[in-house]
Nanobody, 123 residues
């Protein structure tokens, strides 16, 4: 199984980025997908998750209303649209896949992880 995250970069505060995560080696529609992030010196934290169909989504309080998670099962890809970015969003962002169809927030529930993509927001 491979999860390839992309789309990170340097953006000014208030700007937007769209992350993508392409999955291979698994039956994508059998998995819920999640995005997590880890800032320097901090633990990895949950950002957003989406169930197998895209009909169920959950967000952390810190990104609710600014970030949107979506998926395209035909392309085996999950996305994270990030708007109104601020310096506190600076982190390495990881996508993850969880067997089973329900979206979850807990890190240990996820079975596969991507390599991460750096997002840096300048203030």
């Amino acid at each position: 199984v491979q999860l390839q995250a992309s789309g990170g970069g340097l953006v000014q505060a208030g700007g937007s980025l769209r992350l993508s995560c392409a999955a291979s080696g698994l039956t994508f529609s059998y998995y819920a997908m999640g995005w997590f992030r880890q800032a320097p010196g901090k633990e990895r934290e949950f950002v957003a998750a989406i169930n197998w169909s895209g009909g169920g989504r959950v967000y952390s309080d810190s990104v609710k209303g600014r970030f949107t998670i979506s998926r395209d099962n035909a392309k085996n890809t999950v996305y994270l649209q990030m708007n109104s970015l601020n310096a506190e969003d600076t982190a390495v962002y990881y996508c993850a896949a969880k067997r089973g169809t329900a979206a979850r927030t807990e890190t240990p529930r996820y079975d596969y992880w991507g390599q991460g993509t750096q997002v840096t927001v300048s203030s």
